[in-house]
């Protein structure tokens, strides 16, 4: 049995380090996981991401594993999606080990709204956490604002739903959403719609 001594973390499973190999140990100084890892993380949302021959997979707390020790470098889990690289790509996973979509994209952020963007051949996209492509990666810029994706393509500015259609199409020059309303402006025109579409004001810039 491991000593306590050998203890690295403070949190529940601990981190342990035996002969240069990582493992964890309860609190009881009992083995969860042998120590043959060459690095392992503190547990999130129940799971550590843990490196076998210099490639990184999830053990849950039971010490089994989750998915292949494959990838080039893991995120933690948050809110049950992890994020993985293999081969200079990136993906998710689930806490299953499912990979919930391609492991295809050049880059790609955090869920916020149960959206992420992702960049695929420099331009953006954006999916939802089933891996479901929201909007395809055709456009020169996204970002997420009140559960709808702003995109610009060709410097104009257009609004995407949770569906996929477009709520307000890319003919304008900028766009903003303001809690229940979104702003959207087009040469000297600044137009008021309500977060279907539905156009509920217009009125002349001043300048």
Not at 67 to 82: E, I, M, Q, R, T
Not at 94 to 119: A, H, M, N, Q
Not at 126 to 142: A, K, L, Q, S, Y
Request: glycine share 10%.
């Amino acid at each position: 049995m491991i000593s306590m001594e050998d203890c690295i973390s403070i949190t529940h499973p601990f981190k342990v380090k035996l002969n240069g190999k990582w493992g964890f140990i309860d609190e009881t100084g009992r083995e969860i996981c042998p120590c043959k890892y060459d690095w392992v993380y503190d547990f999130c949302e129940g799971l550590a991401k843990v490196k076998l021959n210099g490639k990184w997979g999830f053990i849950d707390t039971s010490g089994r594993e989750i998915c292949p020790y494959k990838y080039d470098w893991v995120y933690d889990f948050s809110k049950g999606l992890a994020k993985v690289k293999l081969n200079n790509k990136w993906g998710f996973i689930d806490t299953s080990g499912r990979e919930i979509c391609p492991i295809k994209y050049d880059g790609i952020g955090y869920f916020y709204k149960e959206l992420s963007v992702v960049k695929l051949n420099n331009k953006w996209g954006c999916i939802d956490t089933t891996g479901r492509e929201i909007c395809p990666c055709i456009f020169d810029f996204v970002y997420i604002s009140h559960y709808r994706v702003v995109v610009n393509l060709n410097t104009h500015w257009g609004v995407i739903g949770y569906s996929g259609d477009y709520i307000l199409p890319c003919l304008f020059d900028n766009v903003n959403i303001d809690d229940e309303i979104m702003f959207a402006t087009k040469l000297a025109m600044e137009y008021t719609f309500d977060l279907s579409g539905e156009c509920i004001g217009a009125q002349a810039l001043p300048y």
